[in-house]
């Protein structure tokens, strides 16, 4: 199974600022990472899907880069509605497989 | 906009069976590959099942194999997961979400608001 690590696994940051949340997938996955979003008693938002593609109606503070094993996830002036927590997820192979979350919280 | 609706979760003991639904509307949901992710309390997500659009493709998580069996009805638009043997460590909310994308990724762009299992004597 290809394991996605995230870093880190919770951070506190304040409104208006550049927030970054890195995935390491355990072997190259190409670009095939998606990212989401999800609120307490929420389900899952999908925010960014092929590393860098931003889903219809996201804003486009958030956005994705990154290609093999290493991918990032930035939010340039973080908004009230950002505390959450993100996760990553690979769909390079079969199990789909979820980084452990990171947990955005107000400082 | 796409609405998913699961059913079926509950109180159920350890080895018991339960069934889950997940209704679609407003979208061709004979289109669309299904997959089930699940959330035990204050974890994180887990990649259940997966089913393609015509039922031609089935995989499952090594935690389910064996125990549980994905399918569905495109005629009624629904979604079902088949959960026997049930043990404590299934406990969770169960999403079920549509699978879009193609060659660059495959992504669950689409979820229910998730139906909860608890397995517990």
């Known amino acids: 199974d290809i394991q996605m690590t995230q870093s880190p696994s919770s951070l506190s940051t304040s409104v208006g600022d550049r927030v970054t949340i890195t995935c390491r997938a355990s072997?190259?996955?190409?670009?095939?990472l998606n990212w989401y979003q999800q609120k307490p008693g929420k389900a899952p938002k999908l925010l960014i899907y092929a590393a860098s593609s931003l889903q219809s109606g996201v804003p486009s503070r958030f956005s994705g880069s990154g290609s093999g094993t290493d991918f990032t996830l930035t939010i340039t002036s973080l908004q009230p509605e950002d505390f959450a927590t993100y996760y990553c997820?690979?769909?390079?192979?079969?199990?789909?497989?979820f980084g452990q979350g990171t947990k955005v919280e107000i400082k | 906009e796409v609405q998913l609706v699961e059913s079926g979760g509950g109180l159920v003991q350890p080895g018991g069976s339960l069934r889950l639904s997940c209704a679609g509307s407003r979208f061709t949901f004979s289109s669309y590959d299904m997959t089930w992710v699940r959330q035990a309390p204050g974890k994180g997500l887990e990649w259940v099942s997966y089913?393609?659009?015509?039922?031609?493709?089935?995989y499952y998580a090594d935690s389910v194999k064996g125990r549980f069996t994905i399918s569905r009805d495109n005629a009624k638009n629904s979604l079902y997961l088949q959960m026997n043997s049930l043990r404590d460590d299934d406990t969770a909310l169960y999403y079920c979400?549509?699978?879009?994308?193609?060659?660059?990724?495959?992504?669950?762009?689409?979820w229910g608001q998730g139906a909860l299992v608890i397995v517990s004597s």
């Open positions: 979400a549509t699978e879009s994308g193609g060659r660059t990724s495959w992504y669950f762009d689409y």
């Open positions: 089913i393609s659009s015509s039922s031609s493709t089935i």
């Open positions: 997820q690979q769909s390079f192979g079969i199990p789909r497989t």
């Open positions: 072997q190259t996955i190409s670009s095939k």
